[in-house]
């Protein structure tokens, strides 16, 4: 039976699903994480290398305007940060 660390290093989730809807899927997860986590807001948000790559390849992968993702990504953020401001919680 393999360890913990073995199966979580060996495990996946993504089996039979295209190289590119696997690349797409990664990008989205990661930007919606950083729409709602504001560590990874402040480490990965606007300003950032991170931020910049993520939000052009996402924008690229759907036929969208750059300005429009990274747009709906910073207002995700700002939501998470005005939450922090006032004690709620920020939803989606």
């Known amino acids: 039976m393999p360890t913990l660390r073995e199966s979580m290093l060996t495990s996946t989730q ?3 699903q295209p190289a590119e809807e696997q ?11 950083i729409m709602t986590n504001p560590t990874l807001a402040y480490c990965c948000g606007i300003g ?12 690229k992968a759907t ?18 940060q ?3 401001s006032t004690g709620e919680e920020a939803t989606g």
């Open 14 to 16: 993504m089996d039979g």
């Open 82 to 84: 005005n939450a922090g």
């Open 63 to 80: 036929l969208r305007g750059v300005e429009s993702v990274r747009k709906e990504v910073l207002n995700g953020i700002q939501k998470i």
């Open 23 to 33: 690349l797409l899927k990664a990008v989205r997860h990661t930007l919606n994480q």
């Open 48 to 59: 950032t290398e991170t931020f910049s790559l993520l939000t052009e390849a996402y924008a």
